[in-house]
């Protein structure tokens, strides 16, 4: 059974960052893609970044020039989140996808507020 543990989240002040992290119990090569997606309350679980196997990535319209997705060689995938916004505010949760599979993580909440 695939973990996933998310950690770095927290209170930032709007235009702030934060860079996330989450360290899976396999290695990132096992699965076909990683990603990760964000909830904010009453709303729908939205994909916010994505990173392949072979280092594709790709972006929400509302966060690219902000986020940046990338991984280490081992099994963490990272988000780095600059010039936050309120609207950023949402639990992230970190995807690992390995057909047929999807795993997930337990989320870690962000919020942005001055």
């Known amino acids: 059974q695939v973990q996933l543990v998310e950690s770095g989240g927290g209170l930032v002040q709007p235009g702030g960052s934060l860079r996330l992290s989450c360290t899976a119990s396999s290695r990132i090569r096992s699965f076909s893609a990683m990603a990760w997606y964000r909830q904010a309350p009453g709303k729908q679980r939205e994909l916010v970044a994505r990173?392949?196997?072979?280092?594709?990535t790709s972006y929400a319209d509302s966060v690219k020039g902000r986020f940046t997705i990338s991984r280490d060689a081992e099994n963490t995938v990272y988000l780095q989140m600059n010039s936050l916004k309120p609207e950023d505010t949402a639990v992230y949760y970190c995807?690992?996808?390995?057909?047929?599979?999807?795993?997930w993580g337990q989320g870690t909440q962000v919020t942005v507020s001055s």
């Open positions: 990173i392949s196997t072979v280092g594709f």
């Open positions: 995807n690992a996808q390995s057909s047929p599979s999807t795993y």
